[in-house]
């Protein structure tokens, strides 16, 4: 009775073993995967057609699953120590958005897609803010970005990778150039402030020219203007006595003068 007891609990365990064996095969043949993920799948060591999303099934031991991510990453460029081509030394960094669009290839044709990709937009920067002077690098940041997204989707292209933008997030300049960049600035603010003041006198000067042949043409104006000066003067200094003095006199004065001297 004993080892019937004995055989009947060990024919129990195997039973037992034996469906444990099985969930473990089920549980390692099907996998769930997310809308956001697809499951590329070696068979054999051969690349089979991208899986997902929803629920899949593996073989066991023969298949073998990467999971890719298929959202948007944010990748930070560390700060880059760059000369700019007319020789200034400025600390740069920058952001880089991009996804998976081949899951396959980011899978087979590069390791490690996002730390390949970090890397290249690490040199990419380096070699672009180089190239360009420091004017341009704080003048032109738009068109840098572009040239940045270009080249960077242009080399990740053979990895499945499409870089939907780059931006230039800081730029640190040595303190001694802040300084000269300030007296630049300032000098500008001087110029355009002569320009502006010479703009206004020239005006001045040409409604001063259209007025004196005005009063050329009307003599009359050029008295009724000399009143309304006198009433002006009168106004704001009460104390003042005002003597007019005929210009005439002058005239007539000036004109004895010149006959004595022929």
């Given at each position: 009775?004993?080892?019937?007891?004995?055989?009947?609990?060990?024919?129990?365990?195997?039973y037992l073993g034996a469906i444990i064996i099985v969930i473990l095969i089920l549980a390692s043949a099907i996998k769930i995967i997310p809308e956001y993920q697809r499951g590329v799948v070696f068979r054999l060591g051969r690349v089979m057609d991208p899986k997902g999303p929803g629920i899949i099934v593996i073989i066991p031991i023969v298949d073998k699953m990467v999971r890719v991510d298929?959202?948007?990453?944010?990748?930070?460029?560390?700060?880059?120590?760059?000369?700019?081509?007319?020789?200034?030394?400025?600390?740069?960094?920058?952001?880089?958005?991009?996804?998976?669009?081949?899951?396959?290839?980011?899978?087979?044709?590069?390791?490690?897609?996002?730390?390949?990709?970090?890397?290249?937009?690490?040199?990419?920067?380096?070699?672009?803010?180089?190239?360009?002077?420091?004017?341009?690098?704080?003048?032109?940041?738009?068109?840098?970005?572009?040239?940045?997204?270009?080249?960077?989707?242009?080399?990740?292209?053979?990895?499945?990778?499409?870089?939907?933008?780059?931006?230039?997030?800081?730029?640190?300049?040595?303190?001694?150039?802040?300084?000269?960049?300030?007296?630049?600035?300032?000098?500008?603010?001087?110029?355009?402030?002569?320009?502006?003041?010479?703009?206004?006198?020239?005006?001045?000067?040409?409604?001063?020219?259209?007025?004196?042949?005005?009063?050329?043409?009307?003599?009359?104006?050029?008295?009724?203007?000399?009143?309304?000066?006198?009433?002006?003067?009168?106004?704001?200094?009460?104390?003042?006595?005002?003597?007019?003095?005929?210009?005439?006199?002058?005239?007539?004065?000036?004109?004895?003068?010149?006959?004595?001297?022929?």
């Amino acid at each position: 009775m004993l080892n019937a007891l004995l055989e009947g609990v060990f024919s129990l365990g195997a039973y037992l073993g034996a469906i444990i064996i099985v969930i473990l095969i089920l549980a390692s043949a099907i996998k769930i995967i997310p809308e956001y993920q697809r499951g590329v799948v070696f068979r054999l060591g051969r690349v089979m057609d991208p899986k997902g999303p929803g629920i899949i099934v593996i073989i066991p031991i023969v298949d073998k699953m990467v999971r890719v991510d298929l959202r948007v990453f944010t990748l930070d460029v560390p700060v880059q120590e760059v000369l700019t081509k007319d020789n200034v030394p400025i600390k740069v960094n920058a952001v880089v958005y991009f996804r998976v669009i081949d899951p396959i290839r980011s899978v087979v044709a590069v390791e490690n897609h996002v730390m390949a990709t970090s890397l290249l937009s690490q040199t990419t920067l380096r070699s672009v803010v180089g190239r360009s002077e420091l004017d341009e690098v704080l003048s032109e940041r738009e068109r840098i970005n572009v040239e940045l997204q270009q080249i960077i989707d242009e080399r990740t292209d053979p990895w499945g990778i499409k870089i939907s933008a780059v931006e230039v997030k800081e730029l640190e300049l040595p303190e001694n150039m802040k300084r000269a960049l300030a007296r630049q600035a300032e000098a500008e603010r001087e110029r355009r402030a002569k320009i502006i003041n010479a703009e206004g006198e020239y005006q001045a000067a040409a409604r001063l020219s259209e007025a004196a042949s005005l009063m050329e043409v009307s003599p009359i104006t050029l008295q009724l203007r000399y009143l309304q000066t006198l009433k002006e003067m009168s106004s704001e200094r009460n104390a003042t006595i005002i003597v007019p003095f005929p210009v005439e006199l002058l005239k007539a004065f000036m004109a004895v003068t010149k006959r004595d001297e022929e």
